[in-house]
């Protein structure tokens, strides 16, 4: 059974990091798309970034320049390095792979697989 895992999450003060992982198994993980996707209280999902099979990175613009994709095919794992948090990032952050670049994707079943999510809160 494919399994994305979510881990990192917690309670940050504004300003503060975390830093997310998402665990991939039973799939060709260095073949897919890896998104997060969050979803704030009363909110739909936001995807707010993605890394392709070569790396290559896209970010929303309201996450740009303070959080930054990485993957490590090896571990088959993704990371988020969250930094300069804000109260309005607080959200359930999820994981989901795909093995297309899905520009118009809006909900877990656009994509192939989906992870269970991690919790973040900042709050002071």
């Known amino acids: 059974q494919v399994q994305l895992v979510e881990s990192g999450g917690g309670l940050v003060q504004p300003g503060g990091s975390l830093r997310l992982s998402c665990a991939a198994s039973r799939f060709t993980f260095r073949s897919y798309w890896i998104y997060w996707v969050r979803q704030a209280p009363g909110k739909g999902l936001e995807r707010i970034s993605g890394i392709n099979t070569g790396g290559g990175t896209l970010y929303t613009d309201s996450v740009k320049g303070r959080f930054t994709i990485s993957r490590d095919n090896a571990e088959n794992t993704v990371y988020l390095q969250m930094n300069s948090l804000k109260p309005e990032d607080t959200a359930v952050y999820h994981c989901?792979?795909?093995?297309?670049?899905?520009?118009?994707?809006?909900?877990?079943?656009?994509?192939?697989?989906w992870g269970q999510g991690t919790q973040v809160t900042v709050s002071s």
């Open positions: 989901a792979a795909d093995r297309l670049f899905r520009p118009l994707a809006s909900s877990q079943g656009d994509y192939d697989y």
